[in-house]
């Protein structure tokens, strides 16, 4: 695999004209390339996983799962406290 290093500038920061303590950050063109590819990768990887091919009612019960050990979480955390 071949890693190729680019110098092109991906975020251009500009000053506010009227705060110089103030920029706004603008994703350059190579930026936006860069985005796009990542949402591309990321997309393809949050589609391949196992959740996907639950059903409903099994997605329901994972759900519910999934609040019942994050309460449960928050409470232990609370006891440390």
Same mark, same amino acid.
């Given at each position: 695999?071949?890693?190729?290093f680019?110098t !092109?500038l991906l975020?251009v920061?500009e #000053?506010?004209?009227?705060?110089?303590?103030?920029?706004?950050a603008?994703?350059?063109p190579a930026? /936006?390339r860069l985005?796009?590819?990542? !949402?591309?990768?990321m997309?393809?990887?949050f589609?391949t996983?196992?959740?996907n091919?639950?059903?409903?009612s099994?997605? /329901?019960?994972? #759900?519910?799962r999934?609040?019942d050990?994050?309460?449960?979480?928050?409470?232990n955390?609370?006891g440390?406290i």
């Amino acid at each position: 695999m071949k890693f190729l290093f680019s110098t !092109e500038l991906l975020v251009v920061s500009e #000053r506010n004209q009227r705060d110089a303590r103030q920029s706004l950050a603008n994703i350059a063109p190579a930026g /936006a390339r860069l985005l796009s590819d990542a !949402e591309s990768v990321m997309h393809d990887f949050f589609t391949t996983l196992p959740i996907n091919g639950l059903g409903e009612s099994e997605f /329901a019960e994972f #759900r519910r799962r999934l609040l019942d050990f994050k309460s449960t979480q928050a409470r232990n955390r609370q006891g440390r406290i």
